[in-house]
């Protein structure tokens, strides 16, 4: 599966959007892009994932570039209950027991009163 | 979306005693399920595969005798520690992906395992 880049941290204030980006250089065709997040002691979230259209669902938006190389994951309304490690993963969807996640470091999301 | 549950939450145990974690898929079948372990301030390590049916695929370096894996239903997987050790002290989590084809994986709450 291919490798991403996410910055360790980053904040965002109350209400505000929070734009998390994700490089992905070297995916191939046939891998999706898969966003979760883990809230503190907590077990990880699906929040969205996508090939190469842009996805909105009730949580968030993943905006992939045409090259497919980065995306970011947009949630439109930053709450306090969004502070969280957000992953940013890439596989192909293959089923069965070949569907593993391999996890990075992710991001840091603070989001302040 | 679909529900993963994890039993116990929290678990503390003694030095050489033997912990078991239950998976249940609440409102899914799963053929597969996941272990995964994450030690404080870090990602999350898959540990194992969890096939029903069948024996576990381990990840290099996880000890297959130690961390024991048994998948009876399409609804159930167990992860037991053997003869824990404070070092296995560790927050673990299951996930499990629906039959039916969602593309997402679930994940359970995690239990915090605490060996003193």
């Known amino acids: 599966d291919a490798k991403t880049t996410q910055p360790p941290s980053m904040d965002c204030a109350e209400g505000r959007a929070a734009n998390l980006p994700c490089n992905h250089s070297?995916?191939?065709?046939?891998?999706?892009v898969y966003w979760y997040r883990q809230i503190h002691s907590q077990g990880p979230q699906y929040i969205i994932h996508?090939?190469?259209n842009n996805e909105t669902n009730e949580m968030a938006s993943l905006i992939i570039t045409e090259d497919r190389k980065s995306s970011t994951l947009i949630l439109p309304h930053a709450t306090l209950r969004d502070t969280a490690v957000y992953y940013c993963i890439v596989r192909v969807d293959s089923g069965g027991s070949n569907y593993k996640l391999t996890f990075g470091k992710g991001t840091l999301l603070t989001v302040n009163p | 979306g679909a529900v993963v549950s994890q039993h116990p939450s929290r678990v503390i145990c003694k030095s050489g005693t033997s912990v078991k974690i239950e998976c249940r898929s609440l409102d899914f079948q799963a053929t597969t399920m996941f272990w995964y372990r994450q030690f404080p301030k870090q990602s999350l390590m898959l540990m194992a595969t969890s096939n029903e049916g069948s024996k576990a695929t381990y990840e290099q370096g996880v000890e297959k005798d130690k961390f024991l894996i048994n998948h009876a239903s399409l609804t159930l997987s167990t992860l037991t520690v053997t003869s824990a050790h404070p070092e296995d002290s560790s927050f673990y989590i299951c996930?499990?992906?629906?039959?039916?084809?969602?593309?997402?994986?679930?994940f359970g709450q995690g239990t915090r395992l605490t060996v003193v």
């Open positions: 996930s499990a992906r629906d039959l039916r084809g969602y593309s997402e994986a679930f």
């Open positions: 996508g090939l190469k």
């Open positions: 070297t995916i191939s065709g046939n891998e999706y």
